[in-house]
């Protein structure tokens, strides 16, 4: 046990926001929490992390207890980086008892060349603690960790300060991986983060030697990652065993039987209540009418279900029937800009959509996505061809709702748009996706980024497009609208096409996967998960190529050694540890290649791969036992450097 919660409680302002709270996190636990926007989540991760207390009422409330091991690293409280250092120079700060070390064993070693041993129990101390420690390879885990972030070795001497604020982040979580917490706490991790990093991430935690708590709006972060999820609903925290897929689908049986049992509940107390009125005045059956109101008094009452608020009801349709090829795209680049400020993101791309087609477009940061989701509509110059057939009606969701007039309210927007709908018609269309209230008298510039959307889609149910062009359709969007979404665009049977970050999204609706690249695009005839499958085993083949790259060059190194020259007893002697510690290395290397060979062998077989749970641990450890492998790799090349 690394964390134990009992009975914690909170109010704001006379409104209690946890009730009774109770949790446990084990080690290795990876918990996702999750709940609607002010449900209380980021309160009770300040309430792990101390920043704020709970309410007492009793002694056996409000209690926070914690393992004498348990570390925490919380990735709000890493927001304050030195801005003053360099990357390299803050990342090393992680480590500095180890470089500190490291700085005492060269110095020892000098000390030895110009015979004086005074130092040598010592050095072999500390030799022994940064072996234990695996402090020889601090170097290797923090590129790793900045590559796997998204930073190159070419932004190592920057200074931090020099960085954007989404950048800024990705530092603080890589500082924070490096420190090695047992109890991780991340809120949000993966804003910020573009699509391969949030990849590198998840396959990090996978393995990360540590509890795992998160909280995160990226369900396919959270399938890919979690062994539970923990709801917090009405102050109370309910716990599912699995990933969010299973959550969602435990949470429905576990309504739908708890408003079974009040049901049936109900109808014995209607009948048990009935009885009664009709014998209690009867002499004789007073007495088993009497024995009846006991037991209603006894009776343990289930309480009346909770039924969240009405979810949006988004529908998209037409009127009007699409045709069967509806787009050809040959030949496009993808620009910005005009003149000697143009600069082309992509030379040339070619594609067609054909009716009832669900393409997802991906890709980097900038690479283009939103620009060629415009130059397809014809509002930005392009050269190519773009040619969209007869029949075909538009309607498009633009990212930041830049289509808004921002000085018009909710109700305004829509008036202005429909001048025939009536007052009650548009109030009705925006309570269909829960834009209610105040709200709707609200102008567009001052409601939030969700509300925007929402009231995008109102529109857009409208247009009647038999094609829908989105660009980046659910962010803003808490969990209960993407599903609403979700389920809007999976019924829909014109064509989508659609930029997204969003995995869950992609994995749901594309049918169809475009990636643009730096050198190119690439269109894949499948959707994401398969996609998926393709992406790791690209990575594999590239992460085997540099392995098979950096192993050459060492041996080119070994082979470019000047002649030895003569060494005192003592350099002989840290020699030979050298070449032992090198023998060792290569045996484990061995040893563990072994085991990857027998863990490949298993999964071929048919009570592995057909049994979903045991075959996904044997992957889980084929890459764990791969990424030993490549750390004792880099292990050998600083031993023979």
């Known amino acids: 046990m690394l964390l134990s919660l009992t009975n914690i409680n909170k109010f704001y302002n006379g409104n209690q926001v946890l009730n009774n709270i109770n949790l446990t996190v084990n080690e290795n636990d990876r918990i996702g929490l999750v709940g609607v926007n002010g449900c209380g989540k980021s309160t009770l991760l300040k309430i792990i992390t101390g920043s704020v207390n709970p309410d007492r009422f009793t002694e056996r409330d409000g209690i926070v207890s914690f393992a004498n091991k348990t570390s925490i690293g919380y990735l709000e409280q890493m927001g304050s980086l030195n801005t003053d250092n360099t990357v390299i120079t803050e990342m090393r700060s992680v480590f500095s008892d180890y470089y500190k070390a490291i700085d005492r064993l060269r110095e020892i070693e000098a000390e030895i060349a110009d015979g004086n041993n005074s130092g040598s129990d010592e050095y072999m101390r500390l030799s022994s603690w940064l072996e234990a420690n695996d402090g020889y390879n601090t170097d290797v885990k923090i590129r790793m960790v900045l590559n796997g972030m998204g930073f190159g070795n070419e932004e190592l001497e920057r200074t931090v300060s020099g960085f954007s604020g989404g950048e800024k982040t990705r530092l603080a979580i890589a500082r924070l991986l490096l420190e090695e917490p047992n109890l991780l706490i991340l809120d949000e991790p993966t804003n910020h983060l573009d699509f391969k990093t949030v990849m590198w991430l998840e396959d990090y935690l996978k393995g990360y030697k540590g509890a795992v708590l998160i909280v995160s709006h990226d369900r396919y972060f959270l399938d890919k990652l979690c062994t539970s999820i923990c709801e917090i609903e009405r102050g109370a925290l309910t716990r599912y065993k699995g990933n969010y897929s299973a959550f969602v689908r435990l949470k429905e049986e576990s309504v739908t039987r708890k408003e079974k049992e009040y049901e049936l509940q109900q109808k014995e107390i209607a009948k048990m209540e009935d009885y009664v009125a009709k014998n209690l005045v009867r002499a004789s059956t007073s007495k088993s009418a009497k024995s009846r109101i006991k037991a209603l008094d006894k009776m343990e009452r289930i309480e009346k279900p909770f039924h969240e608020e009405k979810h949006a009801k988004i529908h998209f349709t037409y009127a009007m029937e699409p045709p069967l090829d509806v787009l050809t795209v040959k030949g496009a680049d993808i620009s910005v800009g005009t003149g000697e400020n143009k600069k082309t993101l992509l030379d040339e791309i070619s594609f067609t959509a054909r009716r009832g087609d669900k393409v997802g477009i991906i890709g980097d940061n900038g690479i283009g996505k939103s620009t060629l989701l415009k130059i397809i509509q014809e509002k930005l110059p392009h050269k190519g061809l773009i040619r969209w057939n007869s029949n075909v009606k538009i309607s498009y969701f633009e990212q930041e709702s830049a289509n808004l007039t921002k000085s018009l309210t909710v109700m305004e927007e829509l008036h202005h748009r429909y001048p025939s709908m009536s007052e009650l018609e548009v109030r009705s269309l925006l309570a269909q996706v829960r834009l209610t209230g105040e709200n709707v008298f609200k102008e567009t510039g001052v409601i939030s980024g969700g509300e925007r959307a929402k009231l995008c889609f109102a529109i857009m149910m409208q247009e009647h497009g038999n094609v829908l062009i989105l660009d980046e359709p659910t962010n803003h969007l808490d969990l209960a609208s993407k599903e609403a979404i979700e389920e809007a665009l999976e019924e829909y049977t014109g064509t989508v096409i659609f930029v997204s970050h969003d995995r869950y999204l992609l994995s749901k609706i594309a049918d169809r996967i475009i990636e643009l690249k730096p050198?190119?695009?690439?269109?894949?005839?499948?959707?994401?998960?398969?996609?998926?499958?393709?992406?790791?085993?690209?990575?594999?083949?590239?992460?085997?190529?540099?392995?098979?790259?950096?192993?050459?060059?060492?041996?080119?190194?070994a082979k470019d050694k000047s002649a030895k020259v003569y060494k005192t007893k003592q350099q002989r002697s840290i020699e030979a540890a050298r070449r032992n510690q090198i023998k060792k290395t290569e045996e484990e290397i061995e040893e563990l290649q072994q085991q990857l060979d027998a863990l490949n062998e298993e999964i071929t077989k048919e009570d592995v791969f057909s049994d979903y749970e045991l075959m996904n641990?044997?992957?889980?450890?084929?890459?764990?036992?791969?990424?030993?492998?490549?750390?004792?790799?880099?292990?050998?090349?600083?031993?023979?450097?």
């Open 519 to 557: 050198n190119g695009s690439e269109i894949y005839e499948f959707g994401f998960e398969k996609y998926m499958d393709v992406f790791k085993e690209r990575q594999n083949a590239e992460r085997t190529a540099a392995e098979l790259e950096k192993q050459h060059k060492a041996e080119e190194a």
């Open 617 to 641: 641990s044997k992957c889980i450890e084929i890459e764990k036992t791969k990424q030993k492998i490549d750390d004792l790799f880099d292990v050998l090349i600083e031993l023979d450097a």
